[in-house]
C-alpha cells in the first residue's frame, strides 16, 4: 500500500509508491566499467595545466605539489568585479550578476573519488570550504553562499576531474528564507530545534541510519525525496556550517567519506550531488536552524509530476535502501 | 554582464548567465531522426491492446474508433481504492496512500505528437482533462489535482506513444499552497492579479511574447528558470481551470498546438514536460490567483546549484529564446 510522507525539513510530501518499489539492489549502476586515466593532457584541472584556469585564490600544497586548488571558474555564472545594484519598477525585480563562483579541484588526481581519497586528504577539502565560506561572507554584499558538488555527467558536470563549486549570490534565495521559516515555526510549537528532534527520532527509530561517527550522523530521511537521498547532520546544535571546530572537520570527512564509498561500492559509482546548506555566518547560534549536507544520487528523475506539486515520488522505501547500505563494506583505507 | 531576475509567480531568483549564454539555435536537438511507427504490437496503448491496460475510466469515440482513452494507470502512484488515514505522533506525517492515478492516451497514433494533432483533435484532448479534473474534484477526499505530460525519455517518461497522466493527492501540497500565499501578498500590496499584472507588462514589453490567440498568450517569462521555458495563461481572469469555457478550449487547443509546434520544428522535437497549474475547483472565482500552463522543455540540467538554493542558472536569455520561437514556422494542418 503507498504511503504519504511529509519531509518536515523541506516541507514537500513524498508519495513512497511500494506497487512501483525496486529492492535496493535494483538501483546499482550497471554501466560499463570505463578505466579513465590518472592524468588527461587537455584536462584544465590536471597537474601541469595550471595556467589553463584563472588566477589560482589559494593552494593547499604538501611540498612541492599543489593537494588542492580553489580557482574562479572560467566560466562563471557571477561576476566578482562589478557592483551589485538592484532595480525594481514595481514589477521587474533585478540584481546586476555580482557575486562569486569558484571550483575547488579537490585532488592532482583525475580519476579520483572523494570515495577513495585518503582521510586527511578529504579532511583538507572541508578546511577549504570552510576557509572560502568565511571569506565570502566577510563580504556584506553577499547574501548566501552555496558549497557543493557535481559527480558524473547525470549529475551536471561536464568535467569528470573532482572538483567542487562555491557560488556567493548577492541575494538570500527565496528557499532557504522559506526553510528557515518552517524551522521557526517547529521551534514555536514545540520548543525544539526540527534537526535536533530528527536526530533524536532517527537515533530512537535506527531503521534509517547509515553511519553514526562521534559527532555527525548520516541517514536516510523518513520521507526521503528520491531513492537514497541521506542527509548528514551534525550531532551538536549548530546554525551555520562556519562553527564547524577541528575535531568536527576530521570527524566529518571519516562520515562524509564513508557514506559516499557506501554509494561507491554499494550502487557501482552511481552520479551524485552534494551540497552544504547552511545560514549565514552572521547566523550563528541561531537556536532554530541547524546546518547540514544533503546528498542525491541520480538514481531517478523528476518529470511533470514533481514540477507541477512540488511532491515526490518516491520508488525506494527509506528503510530498505538504509539497511542495503548499512551493510556495504566498505574496503580500509589509510 | 550576468543578470538576476525575480520570478514573483515562483519567486525564484534566476541567473541569467549571459558569459555561459548559447545562441537559441544552440539548443536545437541534434539526435538523429528515428523512424517510429505508427502502430507498436507490444504498446499497450495502440488499438488492439486495450485489454492490457486496467479497465477504462472512460474514452472518447468516433463511431467504431476511439480517439481518446483515460485508463488507471496499471503502476499507479496512488490507490483509489484505500481509506484516506491521517496519522501524526508530533514527528511522522503521513497519509495513506489513497488517491487517484490516470493516464489519458491521446491518440491511438503511436508516432503522433501534440504538434502533429488536428486541432479539433487537441481541443478533445482539453475536454477530456477538464472531465476528469471536475470528477477528481467531486470527491472531498482528493486535495489537489495536477494534469501533466511527459514527453520523451528525457522528461521522465518510458511509453513512447502520446499520453499525460491525472493525479489526485489526498493533500494539497504546501507549494501550491506557498505559492498562492505569494499571489495574496502581491494583491494586497497592488489590488491586482499577479498574473493579470504579467499579462499587462508581458504585452507592453512584447519582446517575450511567443503567440496570442484570442484567449490566451503563451510567453517566455521575464525570468524564466531554464531554457525556454514557457508559459500560457488565459487573458481573462480564472482560478481554476474548471472555468474555462468552450470557445477558450478551442483557442487554448490552437496556442498549446502552436507553441508546441514551434518546438517541434525550432528545436527538432525537445523532451518536454508540461503541467496545467490550477486551484482546485472550488478555489473559483478567488481575485488573486489564476490558473496557467507551464512548459519546461528539457534543454538543460539542474544540479548541486539549484538543489542547494532553490536559484536558477539559465543559459538562455528570455527575449532571443522568444523571438526565435516568434519566427518559427508551423506547417499549416488541418
Redesign the interface.
Known sequence: ??????N?VT???V??????AKRPEDFKISREKKETPSFVDTCPFCPGNESKTPDEVFRVSDGNQWKIRVVPNK?????RD?ERIRTND????????FGVHDVLVETPVHNMATALLPLDHVAMIIRAYLKRFAELYSDPRIG?V?????HGAG???SLEHPHS?I?G???T????R?RVEEAIRFFDL?GECLIC??IA?EKKDSTRIILETGHFISFIP?ASLSPFHTWIFPKRHAATFSEITETEIVDLALNLKTTLAKFYYGLNNPDF?????SNRTKDARLEHSHWYI?I?PRLS?????E?????Y?NTAMPEASAEFMRKVKVPQQP
Open positions: 500500500m503507498p504511503e504519504l510522507r511529509l518536515l516541507k514537500e510530501w508519495i513512497i509508491a511500494t506497487e512501483r566560466f562563471a555564472a557571477l561576476n562589478i514595481g514589477y521587474r525585480h533585478t540584481v546586476s550578476g548566501h552555496i558549497i557543493f558538488k557535481n549529475a551536471g558536470t563549486q557560488i549570490t548577492p541575494v534565495p527565496f528557499q532557504i522559506d514545540t528532534k530528527t527520532e523518513y550531488n552534494y551540497v552544504i546548506r544533503s542525491v528523475m523528476t518529470a511533470g509530476f514540477m507541477g506539486s512540488g511532491m515520488i
